[in-house]
Nanobody, 126 residues
C-alpha cells in the first residue's frame, strides 16, 4: 500500500520560511516522478515543483523560482520542500504526489499523478 505523508506546514509572517517533508512508504521514490502541488479553496490544484526519478531534472513554477527548493533523500525515502521568502499568495494546502515514470520525465500536471498525500496547510500572513 502506497502512502505519502506530508508534514511541516504552519503559519508564518511574510518573508518567513518553512520546510515541508513528504515521507513515502510502499514505493521507492527514487523510481518515481515526484511533485509538490498546492491548492486554495475554489481553485484548481497548482503544480509547484516536479522532479524526475532520482531528482535528475527539476521543474519549478515561475511563481516560486528562486524561493522554493526541492530535495530528494532516496535513503530516507523522503521528499522535502524548502519554502523561503514566503508571500501571502503562497497560502495554500500543499500536497506531495508520486507517479511511476521513465528516468528523464518530469510531470507537471496533477492529472498525471496517481498517489497523493493528505496535504499540509501553509498560511502566510501579511
Amino acid at each position: 500500500q502506497v502512502q505519502l505523508v506530508e508534514s511541516g506546514g504552519g503559519s508564518v509572517p511574510a518573508g518567513g520560511s518553512l520546510r515541508l517533508s513528504c515521507a513515502a512508504s510502499g514505493i521507492a521514490i527514487r523510481d518515481y516522478c515526484m511533485g509538490w502541488f498546492r491548492q486554495t479553496p475554489g481553485k484548481a490544484r497548482e503544480g509547484v515543483v516536479a522532479l524526475a526519478p532520482g531528482g535528475g531534472s527539476t521543474y519549478y513554477a515561475d511563481s516560486v523560482k528562486g524561493r522554493f527548493t526541492a530535495s530528494l533523500d532516496s535513503a530516507a525515502n523522503m521528499l522535502a520542500l524548502q519554502l523561503n521568502s514566503l508571500e501571502p499568495e503562497d497560502t495554500a494546502t500543499y500536497y506531495c504526489a508520486a507517479q511511476r515514470c521513465s528516468d528523464t520525465v518530469v510531470l507537471i500536471r496533477s492529472g498525471q499523478y496517481t498517489y497523493w498525500g493528505q496535504g499540509t496547510q501553509v498560511t502566510v500572513s501579511s
